[in-house]
């Protein structure tokens, strides 16, 4: 019997994916976040704190929170570290633009 040798990108820690890979396998799920949730998403990876975006974006501070959580679920993320690498292979329009 023949296994295969395709491995799943859950299989795979972002730790050690190359810059290319992230790119591709996120640069996608990154044009599915609305606007809101992509500003958001750049501040967070930049380590922005979420009582400082409320303050920054004038939303409220729960607002904030839910977008993070979906924005974490549609990326597939456990915690801001992961979305923080993805950030760094991908551009952070938003603080480019506006900070």
Same mark, same amino acid.
């Given at each position: 019997?023949?296994?295969?040798?395709?491995?799943?990108?859950? *299989?795979?820690?972002?730790? *050690?994916?190359?810059?290319?890979?992230?790119?591709?396998?996120?640069?996608?799920?990154?044009?599915?976040?609305?606007?809101?949730?992509?500003?958001?998403?750049?501040?967070?990876?930049?380590? &922005?704190?979420?009582?400082?975006?409320?303050?920054?974006?004038?939303?409220?501070?729960?607002?904030?929170?839910?977008?993070?959580?979906?924005?974490?679920?549609?990326?597939?993320?456990?915690?801001?570290? *992961? &979305?923080?690498?993805?950030?760094?292979?991908?551009?952070?329009?938003?603080?480019?633009?506006?900070?």
């Amino acid at each position: 019997m023949r296994t295969s040798s395709i491995v799943s990108l859950k *299989e795979i820690p972002l730790s *050690e994916m190359d810059s290319a890979t992230l790119v591709s396998n996120y640069g996608t799920k990154l044009t599915l976040l609305t606007k809101k949730q992509r500003v958001i998403f750049d501040l967070l990876s930049n380590g &922005m704190m979420v009582k400082d975006i409320a303050k920054h974006l004038q939303l409220a501070e729960i607002t904030v929170k839910v977008v993070k959580a979906r924005v974490m679920v549609i990326l597939g993320v456990k915690n801001l570290q *992961e &979305m923080a690498v993805i950030s760094k292979c991908t551009s952070c329009t938003y603080l480019k633009k506006n900070l």
